[in-house]
């Protein structure tokens, strides 16, 4: 089945902690997205990328970092620096760039203790 | 600047009865998409619907329906025949086709709720 897996489902921080979210595709799409929600909101993006060994800051990176090496993984890092870590984190893949449907995985929820 | 409007923070439908979610956008992009999402409680963003800004006709999946009426900017779901899986939050989203980051802007969303 194709489609876009995260893992872990649930994480714990201790505060001071780097922590890194995965995302996998195997829908052979080009171009890579990671937002946050926060309870009763909207989304807003993080980071994105269009193809592989490139990605760009969206509207709110810091404390985030992410890497892309394969076409298929695109993971978070929620670095130290991330004042407000804890909220909900979905991943999303697109085909193409423009107005290409973006398909989401199911989310990681990340609690800073 | 680009929006999106939901401005049904909650709705209830009864079981089988259609039901619709407002939104409304601004955009000065000539070029654009808009979509709607389902949030169950589980989390996951599942997508149901897609329309172009010069798509000529409505879109239409199944039991959704798009009504789009670009003069006002508006992009109504309409959900036939509810069912009570169909209880979840919506959002719409737009993306902008000279966007240069490929963001999709969220709206609040609606929580919808069918009863039995």
């Known amino acids: 089945d194709g489609g876009i897996t995260q893992s872990p489902k649930y994480l714990f921080r201790k505060e001071g902690q780097n922590v890194t979210l995965s995302c996998e595709q195997n829908?052979?799409?080009?171009?890579m997205y990671w937002y946050r929600q926060d309870p009763g909101q909207g989304l807003r993006l993080i980071y994105y990328?269009?193809?592989?060994?490139?990605?760009q800051k969206g509207d709110i990176a810091e404390g985030y970092s992410v890497s892309r090496e394969k076409k298929e993984s695109f993971p978070l890092t929620v670095t130290s620096a991330q004042k407000n870590p804890t909220a909900f984190y979905l991943c999303?893949?697109?085909?193409?760039?423009?107005?290409?449907?973006?398909?989401f995985g199911p989310g990681t929820r990340l609690t800073v203790l | 600047a680009q929006k999106i409007t939901q401005t049904q923070p909650g709705m209830f439908v009864q079981e089988k009865e259609a039901v619709t979610l407002d939104c409304t956008y601004d955009?000065?992009?000539?070029?654009?998409?808009l979509f709607w999402y389902k949030q169950p409680s589980s989390g996951e963003m599942i997508f149901l619907i897609y329309?172009?800004?010069?798509?000529?006709q409505n879109a239409t999946e199944g039991r959704y329906s798009l009504n789009f009426q670009k003069a006002r900017k508006s992009a109504n779901l309409v959900i036939s025949a509810s069912q009570l899986g169909d209880s979840a939050m919506y959002f719409c989203?737009?993306?902008?086709?000279?966007?240069?980051?490929?963001?999709?802007?969220f709206g609040q969303g609606t929580t919808l709720q069918v009863k039995p």
């Open positions: 990328s269009q193809i592989v060994n490139d990605f």
């Open positions: 989203a737009m993306r902008e086709g000279s966007s240069n980051t490929g963001k999709l802007i």
């Open positions: 329309q172009g800004s010069y798509d000529q």
């Open positions: 999303a893949s697109s085909l193409g760039w423009g107005t290409d449907t973006q398909y």
């Open positions: 955009t000065s992009d000539p070029s654009y998409g």
């Open positions: 829908l052979n799409h080009d171009a």
